[in-house]
Every structure is written in structure tokens, then in C-alpha cells.
Antibody, heavy 121, light 110 residues
Framework: EVRLVESGGGLIQPGGSLRLSCAGS????????MSWVRQAPGRGLEWVSL???????KYADSVKGRFTISRDTSKNTLDLQMNSLRAEDTAMYYC???????????????WGQGTLVTVSS | QSVLTQPPSASWTPGQRVTISCSGS????????VNWYQHLPGTAPKLLIYDSNQRPSGVPDRFSGSRSGTSASLAISWLQSEDEADYYC???????????FGGGTKLTVL
């Protein structure tokens, strides 16, 4: 059974850093393109970042230069290093698995339950 | 302001057919296929339609999708109370080089 479990969320002060992790089971993270998607309170889904199957990365303009997406092959996890956090980064962060056989795209066939990040002083 | 435009809300009664639109541009819907997600906040979003008009296994055939030009739509027939959720279109944008989501449509079943 495919499963994605996010962790690492919490309360952090503006300007701080946080590292999110998404543990995959039932599949190999590096075989799929993977993304982070967030939902701020009262707002819709917002794409944050994507890692291609070949390791290339893409970011939304709102997080470019502050967030870094990566994979840990030994742990089969997808990670998101978030630096210089702002109040507007407050959101539920979901990791999502891209469909097999493609290098990138907007089709995500499995999602985690999310981890909540709150940026506040 | 989302790159993809969806109506923010829709209200229909059980048994009816509802259509949710998603308007984009030549760099996204005009070039790439559209995916639709069903989401109840706090839960994992669920892929509902992929490649504009394909249903993953397990999704009832009451759900259908279409794409024409720079617009796409999701149709739900025989509306049921369990269909009450937020619906999002998503597509790869060749100009932004990333994924774009619509603003979402909150469907209320009266």
C-alpha cells in the first residue's frame, strides 16, 4: 500500500527555519516526481515546489531562494528545507507523489495528510 | 490571484448535474492536460480526473472532465451529499515552469 506521512511542522518565529520530511512507503520516492503543496488558512491549494525524477527542482516564486526540496534515498523521504520563514508561509503542507512514467507534471496520485506550519512571534 | 480561474462557490441540490469551470491560458491549459482534485480541508486531496478526461480507478463515472482551448470543466452528475467538498483544477504551466492550481470551487449540496 502506498503511503505518505509528513512530519516536521510546528510553531516557528518569523525569520526562522524548519525542515519538513515526507516518508514514503510502498514505493520508491526517486522513481516519481514529487511535490510539496500547501494550503494557508482560508485559502486554496498552492503549489510550492517539485523535484523531477532526474533530481532537477522547481519552485513557486513565493518561496524561491528560501525553500529547498530534496530527496533522501537511504530513508526514502522527500524533504523541504524552509528558511527565512514569513507569516504568509503559515499553512498545512502536503507532500504529493507524481504519477509513474513521467519526469514532471501536475498529476499527483497519492497525497499525505499534511503537517501544519505556523509562523508567528 | 490564481493563474487558473474557477468560480469560488457553487450550490446545487441532490440529483442535479453541476459543472465547474477552469479558465487558463495558452501556456497552461492550452498546451497541457488538466487534472482535477477533490479536497476536504485537513484531509489528503484526492485525484479525481487526470489527463483532462480520465478517471482513476475507484472514481465513480458520475464524475467527468473535458478540455477545450484554454478552458476545462469538471462535471458531476447525480449530485450526492458526499460530493460536498472543494474542487481544484491543476495543470503544468510552460511559462512559469511549474504547477498551477485554480483558486478552488467550494461545492455545497443543499
Amino acid at each position: 500500500e502506498v503511503r505518505l506521512v509528513e512530519s516536521g511542522g510546528g510553531l516557528i518565529q518569523p525569520g526562522g527555519s524548519l525542515r519538513l520530511s515526507c516518508a514514503g512507503s510502498g514505493f520508491t520516492v526517486t522513481s516519481h516526481y514529487m511535490s510539496w503543496v500547501r494550503q494557508a488558512p482560508g485559502r486554496g491549494l498552492e503549489w510550492v515546489s517539485l523535484i523531477y525524477t532526474d533530481g532537477r527542482t522547481k519552485y513557486a516564486d513565493s518561496v524561491k531562494g528560501r525553500f529547498t526540496i530534496s530527496r533522501d534515498t537511504s530513508k526514502n523521504t522527500l524533504d523541504l528545507q524552509m528558511n527565512s520563514l514569513r507569516a504568509e508561509d503559515t499553512a498545512m503542507y502536503y507532500c504529493a507523489r507524481g504519477v509513474l512514467g513521467y519526469t514532471h507534471g501536475s498529476r499527483f496520485d497519492s497525497w499525505g495528510q499534511g503537517t501544519l506550519v505556523t509562523v508567528s512571534s | 490571484q490564481s493563474v487558473l480561474t474557477q468560480p469560488p462557490s457553487a450550490s446545487w441540490t441532490p440529483g442535479q448535474r453541476v459543472t465547474i469551470s477552469c479558465s487558463g491560458s495558452s501556456s497552461n491549459i492550452g498546451t497541457n492536460t488538466v487534472n482535477w482534485y477533490q479536497h476536504l480541508p485537513g484531509t489528503a486531496p484526492k485525484l479525481l480526473i487526470y489527463d483532462s478526461n480520465q478517471r482513476p480507478s475507484g472514481v465513480p463515472d458520475r464524475f467527468s472532465g473535458s478540455r477545450s482551448g484554454t478552458s476545462a470543466s469538471l462535471a458531476i452528475s447525480w449530485l450526492q451529499s458526499e460530493d460536498e467538498a472543494d474542487y481544484y483544477c491543476a495543470v503544468w504551466d510552460d511559462s512559469l515552469n511549474g504547477v498551477v492550481f485554480g483558486g478552488g470551487t467550494k461545492l455545497t449540496v443543499l
